[in-house]
């Protein structure tokens, strides 16, 4: 019988529901210096690259309380790369999807692709759609890939949606959701981790939002382990999330305090 994540890994016990982070969105960094420090092609880097995602999808699929978990495959501005790389990255997009759609609906999971369709090649685009339509029913965790996306190419998108609306319609932070991919399923991630050593978020967009944590791991994607992501998470669950206020007055340890202590509440 194969082990679960828990047992694996026995930290991730003594972790309170509360502190696991719900939502995690990885950047795969360093497919192509991987490949290289061997003397490979760069798709060979890919394609080790795609058995981690593999390795990661599968240990996190057994941890209900992480809701989320995204990657990002292939950047809008990674259009400037060679046709052999793009070639061989879309391939690896539609053989993936192909291999895993199947599991992902099983388990009562929902795909979500992020991103534009109308640049992807043509086989692509089905099989994402058809992922997305035949799991949009499903309530169990959300894997969503980024492909062909940016967060400045989101904004012009959503730009160009909202001329469409109605002059009526009441713009909120709610109702911007309705305008993103995914179309609010999939929120700004709690955890954001970046592989290969390199200390930034790229143009993540709102998936890197008001209240992310950012993890870097000091290794080409293709070495990274599914121990790795366990550190990540155990050192997100120790870290202090204000949301926007300090510990002293932070409304929700004030609400705390009032329903333990009467005699705090203002009047």
């Given at each position: 019988m194969t082990k679960s994540i828990f047992d694996e890994f026995p930290q991730l016990k003594t972790i309170p529901l509360e502190k696991f982070p719900g939502n995690i969105f990885i950047i795969p960094d360093g497919n192509g210096r991987w490949a290289k420090s061997k003397n490979l092609p760069v798709t060979a880097g890919h394609e080790a690259g795609y058995r981690v995602t593999e390795k990661i999808l599968t240990a996190l699929s057994h941890v209900p309380q992480i809701t989320a978990v995204g990657f990002w495959g292939f950047a809008s501005d990674n259009?400037?790369?060679?046709?052999?790389?793009?070639?061989?990255?879309?391939?690896?997009?539609?053989?993936?999807?192909?291999?895993?759609?199947?599991?992902?609906?099983?388990?009562?999971?929902?795909?979500?692709?992020?991103?534009?369709?109308?640049?992807?090649?043509?086989?692509?685009?089905?099989?994402?759609?058809?992922?997305?339509?035949?799991?949009?029913?499903?309530?169990?965790?959300i894997v969503y890939v980024a492909i062909d996306f940016g967060g400045e190419d989101q904004m012009v998108r959503m730009l160009e949606q909202a001329k469409t609306l109605s002059q009526s319609t009441e713009i909120t932070k709610e109702s911007l959701w309705d305008l993103r991919d995914g179309k609010g399923k999939v929120r700004s991630a709690d955890l954001l981790i970046r592989t290969s050593g390199e200390k930034r978020t790229s143009d993540v967009g709102w998936l890197n939002g008001a209240s992310t944590e950012l993890y870097f791991i000091d290794k080409y994607f293709p070495d990274v382990t599914v121990g790795d992501i366990v550190d990540a998470i155990v050192d997100f669950s120790k870290r202090e999330r204000r949301f926007g206020g300090r510990e002293s007055n932070n409304p929700i340890n004030k609400s705390i305090r009032q329903a333990q202590d009467p005699e705090l509440t203002e009047g």
């Amino acid at each position: 019988m194969t082990k679960s994540i828990f047992d694996e890994f026995p930290q991730l016990k003594t972790i309170p529901l509360e502190k696991f982070p719900g939502n995690i969105f990885i950047i795969p960094d360093g497919n192509g210096r991987w490949a290289k420090s061997k003397n490979l092609p760069v798709t060979a880097g890919h394609e080790a690259g795609y058995r981690v995602t593999e390795k990661i999808l599968t240990a996190l699929s057994h941890v209900p309380q992480i809701t989320a978990v995204g990657f990002w495959g292939f950047a809008s501005d990674n259009w400037k790369r060679s046709t052999e790389e793009i070639r061989g990255l879309m391939h690896i997009f539609s053989f993936v999807l192909a291999k895993h759609i199947d599991s992902i609906k099983k388990r009562n999971g929902v795909f979500v692709h992020l991103g534009r369709k109308d640049r992807l090649p043509e086989k692509l685009i089905k099989q994402l759609q058809k992922a997305e339509a035949d799991t949009a029913a499903n309530s169990g965790q959300i894997v969503y890939v980024a492909i062909d996306f940016g967060g400045e190419d989101q904004m012009v998108r959503m730009l160009e949606q909202a001329k469409t609306l109605s002059q009526s319609t009441e713009i909120t932070k709610e109702s911007l959701w309705d305008l993103r991919d995914g179309k609010g399923k999939v929120r700004s991630a709690d955890l954001l981790i970046r592989t290969s050593g390199e200390k930034r978020t790229s143009d993540v967009g709102w998936l890197n939002g008001a209240s992310t944590e950012l993890y870097f791991i000091d290794k080409y994607f293709p070495d990274v382990t599914v121990g790795d992501i366990v550190d990540a998470i155990v050192d997100f669950s120790k870290r202090e999330r204000r949301f926007g206020g300090r510990e002293s007055n932070n409304p929700i340890n004030k609400s705390i305090r009032q329903a333990q202590d009467p005699e705090l509440t203002e009047g």
